[in-house]
């Protein structure tokens, strides 16, 4: 039985939509402060399927992503206590805050680089920046080298793999997805831990 060969079909089918970059737009805003789906399920099929717009895809992405990280900042500076705590710790993502917390005391702004790369969701970074009064400048510079090195990297990937990366994605789609879930969960039992 396959699971995720019929979901890249659909991504793909949706990143051929007119209004595809709206969405992956407001993706990559919403997933920076709340929103669990990452943009790269867009990104990457959109990138795919019109190499030629794979960097501007890649802009948008990481412009949407910035911006929805400043307002997940400004959340967590001005309504953490009263709002966003309860909502975390509803969501199970309590002990991923403290983490991030822990991150940001002893590494500062270089844990907002490496938020981009990490299996912690980077809406707890944003959200824990507000928190802590991380001084605004270098956390949105930090925002845009980290997260755009991602989905430059995605767009990039895509973009020269061409048909040839499609096929391959295509062919190894269930051994990804299956690989992917059993990473997350691996990542979970670790920061955990």
Same mark, same amino acid.
Request: proline letters at 5%.
């Given at each position: ?26 993706? *990559? ?13 867009? &990104? ?20 949407? %992503?910035? &911006?929805?990280? /400043?307002?997940?900042?400004?959340? $967590? ?5 009263? !709002? @966003? &705590?309860?909502? @975390?710790? *509803? ?11 822990? !991150? ?5 702004? !270089? ?6 790369? *990490?299996? @912690? ?5 944003? /959200? %824990? ?32 793999? $061409? *048909? ?8 190894? @789609?269930?051994?990804?997805?299956? &690989?992917? /879930? ?10 955990? $831990?």
């Amino acid at each position: 039985m396959k699971i995720f060969q019929p979901c890249y079909d659909m991504a793909l089918r949706w990143s051929r939509h007119r209004h595809a970059s709206r969405y992956l737009g407001g993706l *990559s805003f919403a997933e920076s402060m709340f929103f669990p789906i990452p943009p790269d399920v867009m &990104l990457a099929p959109m990138s795919l399927s019109q190499p030629a717009r794979a960097w501007y895809f890649a802009l948008l992405t990481t412009l949407a %992503s910035v &911006l929805g990280g /400043i307002a997940g900042y400004l959340l $967590g500076y001005f309504a953490f206590d009263a !709002w @966003i &705590l309860p909502m @975390i710790e *509803s969501a199970g993502y309590a002990h991923k805050l403290d983490t991030a917390m822990a !991150w940001f005391k002893e590494y500062g702004v !270089w844990v907002v680089f490496l938020a981009g790369f *990490s299996p @912690i969701p980077y809406k707890v970074f944003t /959200i %824990s920046a507000g928190v802590l009064q991380m001084a605004f400048v270098p956390f949105v510079i930090a925002s845009a080298v980290g997260r755009g090195a991602r989905f430059f990297l995605v767009a990039g990937l895509m973009k020269w793999g $061409g *048909s040839a990366m499609e096929d391959k994605l295509r062919q190894y @789609i269930e051994v990804l997805g299956w &690989l992917t /879930i059993g990473l997350a969960v691996l990542a979970y039992f670790i920061i955990k $831990g």
